[in-house]
Structure formats: C-alpha cells, structure tokens
C-alpha cells in the first residue's frame, strides 16, 4: 500500500494495517475481515470466522479485523461499499473475496483451495500463530461477552496448552460468564512451572476475588446491613466484595470509591486496595478500568 503523499493520520493507518496484516501475511495467509459495531451481519459472522482461523492455525491462516468506522482509509483502499466484506490476504495481496462464504463448511472450503495453490508456512512456531487469536480474545472479554471469550480462548489453549496466556484468557473468560468452578479447575490442573507464569497473574486476581460469591440470600443480608449502618466500614467492605464476586463491578466500584471518600485511611487503605486488586483482576487497559481509576484519581488527588 503506498504512503507517499498521505497525512499523518492516513501514514498511521497504514503502518497499523502494515504491521497487524501485511507483515504476517508474507508467510500466512490471512483473513481479512471488514466489519463494524452496527452491523448485524457481521456479529454473526464473526463467530464463523474466529473459530475457523483457530481450527486452521496451524496451517498457517490467521484472523485480522478492521473496524470500518475507525480504518475508513484502509477500506477505501479495498473499495469495501458494504459489510461484511471478506478478504483472503497472502504477501499483501487479496487472493480471493471470501464475503459469500457465511457458513464454517463453506469457509473450509474456500480456505482449503487456497491453501493447496499457495505457499502458506504451516505454523511451526505457536507462539506467533496464536498472537492474533489471543488479542480477538482479549476484545471479547473487553466487550464484556465472557462465554464468547471462553469459546475462543479454549481453542487456543487446544492450540497451544503451554501458553500461559491462553489459559489466563480463558480463567478470566470462565469467571465472566459465571463458570467460577471450571475456572479454579482448570487453574488448579496446570503445571506448577506455567502456573507461576507472571501472565498467570491476573487470572489468579480474578479468582481470588470472585471465591466469596455469596448466595443471594447472604447479599441480600449484606446489602440490608450496609444500608443499616453506612458508617461501619467493614459492612461496606463485605458488600463491596460481595457485589463483585456476584459479577456487579459497577456497584462494588460504587461503593468502595464512596469509602475511599469517605475515610481513604481506613484499614490502612482496605478500600482503595481492593478497588487496585479488581482493576488487576480485570486488566488496566481495560476500558471500564481507565474510567473507574480516573474516578479515584479525582477523589484521591481532585
């Protein structure tokens, strides 16, 4: 794709679309895919595509997306007019227009043509096949979508059961569609060395905090009992942690940031703690994160 002449958000554009899929394009064949988050077809489609890519990672194929809305220069360049819009890319170059194929039998099918007329490198190194599918993932958990996340995160541990974050993925992914079990299960079969992996870390965080999920009888008493005594920090605690081990972060965080105002000293911090350990547990890139963190960084500092 040329750059002469561009502005800078246009030289931009193209140095992302570059390195995310001209670059693994050269030795892989991927799948290019135009959506956007109005697009109904396109959700539906999504699924389709993802697990295909996985189940035909190691023979060299990968997923790539671009957001129209937000890439409208890279889909000018392909002259996309509608969405879905689908592209098999290999050394930079679409080879095939892959936008009727909705159905996974139909996908195959493209795909398996494809790959006996082009020299695609088969994946000998795990790692890199699976970049692009542990990011996908990452998204999904992001979207807030935990049993797509876990769909797609089991997949790449099939891929690749020795990456550490795979299993992080899908630890996480578990805890959000409410699997809390299945996700201490799977924590607790790994192999001691992966375990101790620092990518593991997060998991743990989140497991830790979802253990105490209380049974809604016992929330409905803690919440009775911090609305009776709003001055007892430690019955404010107990709920906050309850509402977040029940899958409400917006009302843990809700409650711990008004501790926080209310006596950031308490418990040697106890509050803005345990608000540090959730966006852990949830990831600091994480958009409801950066939003609830500027929250306290009002009440700490504002």
Known sequence: MASLGLSLDEQKAVDRFRKTVVEPSMTKLVILDFWAEWCGPCKALTPVLEKVAAEYADKGVILAKVNVDEEQFIAAQFQVRSIPTVYALFQGQPVADLT???SESQLKQYLDQILSQIPVQAGDEPAQDITPLLAMGEDVLTEGDGERAAGI?????EIAPDSAAAQSGLIRALLLAGHREEAAEILAALDPKLADDPALAQAKSALALAEDAPEATELAALRAAAAE????????????NALYASGDRDGAA???LAMVAADRA???????ARLLQIFEAIGLEDPWVAATRRKLSTILFG
């Open 266 to 272: 308490w418990n040697d911090g106890a509050a803005r």
């Open 153 to 157: 995160f089991s997949q790449i541990v």
């Open 254 to 256: 809700e409650k711990l």
């Open 229 to 240: 005594r709003p001055a007892d920090m430690e019955a404010q605690l107990a709920f906050a």
């Open 100 to 102: 009727n194929a909705r």
